[in-house]
């Protein structure tokens, strides 16, 4: 991955440049800043996985899941069991589109098929800022603090994160928004949406 800047993606040239094929990923109305910040990251390869060379001292196997597998940004974001629960208990939610590939095509995957201005498109991308952000959150409790959360709690924040943050963003009336709201098994609202 190229090493880019959150300024550089301001660049509207930027959005155009192969080197930030993902860009598209940072950008809607549902987005939550910290959670956007950690996607960022891990799409850069910057979170401080225990594969880095200034962290062998540790021990570097991952502490989400019981498989003795070293971590690394791979395995963390959707190889490890315990992410793949996440997904899994997210899926039994709401439709999620997503494939069983490594982090890296997953990224590009969504970053292609997650484009544009929809709004349900924008929910999805926000969907995954939230997911890689408590993955993450989860991983640096179980390690510093010694408490643990189940998937299907991880998975349910995620989901309730992104329902609350669509109902706080006002939405034109349209097909579009009602079907997000259908989506994510949102009530519709009699009153509040603009026109």
Same mark, same amino acid.
């Given at each position: 991955?190229?090493?880019?800047?959150?300024?550089?993606?301001?660049?509207?040239?930027?959005?155009?440049?192969?080197?930030?094929?993902?860009?598209?990923?940072?950008?809607?109305?549902?987005?939550?800043?910290?959670?956007?910040?950690?996607?960022?990251?891990?799409?850069?390869?910057?979170?401080?996985?225990?594969?880095?060379?200034?962290?062998?001292?540790?021990?570097?196997?991952?502490?989400?899941?019981?498989?003795?597998?070293?971590?690394?940004?791979?395995?963390?974001?959707?190889?490890?069991?315990?992410?793949?629960?996440?997904?899994?208990?997210?899926?039994?939610?709401?439709?999620?589109?997503?494939?069983?590939?490594?982090?890296?095509?997953?990224?590009?995957?969504?970053?292609?098929?997650?484009?544009?201005?929809?709004?349900?498109?924008?929910?999805?991308? /926000?969907?995954?800022? !939230? @997911? *890689?952000?408590?993955?993450?959150? #989860? =991983?640096?409790?179980?390690?510093?603090?010694?408490? %643990?959360?189940?998937? /299907?709690?991880?998975? !349910? @924040? *995620?989901?309730?994160?992104?329902? #609350? =943050?669509?109902?706080?963003?006002?939405?034109?009336? %349209?097909?579009?928004?009602?079907?997000?709201?259908? @989506?994510?098994?949102?009530?519709?609202?009699?009153?509040?949406?603009?026109?």
């Amino acid at each position: 991955m190229d090493h880019s800047t959150p300024r550089q993606l301001t660049n509207s040239s930027t959005h155009r440049d192969p080197r930030f094929f993902w860009s598209s990923l940072m950008m809607g109305p549902f987005k939550i800043p910290k959670n956007c910040f950690i996607l960022w990251l891990a799409i850069m390869g910057r979170l401080s996985t225990l594969d880095k060379p200034w962290l062998h001292h540790i021990g570097g196997f991952c502490i989400l899941c019981p498989d003795g597998v070293p971590e690394t940004h791979d395995h963390l974001l959707f190889s490890c069991s315990f992410s793949r629960r996440c997904l899994a208990s997210i899926r039994q939610q709401i439709l999620l589109p997503w494939p069983h590939r490594d982090w890296q095509h997953g990224v590009q995957w969504a970053s292609s098929r997650w484009r544009g201005k929809h709004v349900v498109n924008a929910a999805y991308r /926000s969907l995954l800022e !939230s @997911l *890689v952000y408590h993955i993450w959150q #989860e =991983r640096n409790t179980r390690r510093f603090q010694q408490r %643990s959360r189940p998937p /299907s709690i991880v998975g !349910s @924040l *995620v989901v309730e994160e992104i329902r #609350e =943050r669509i109902i706080s963003v006002p939405l034109r009336n %349209s097909v579009s928004s009602l079907g997000l709201y259908r @989506l994510w098994k949102i009530p519709w609202p009699v009153e509040g949406c603009s026109s």
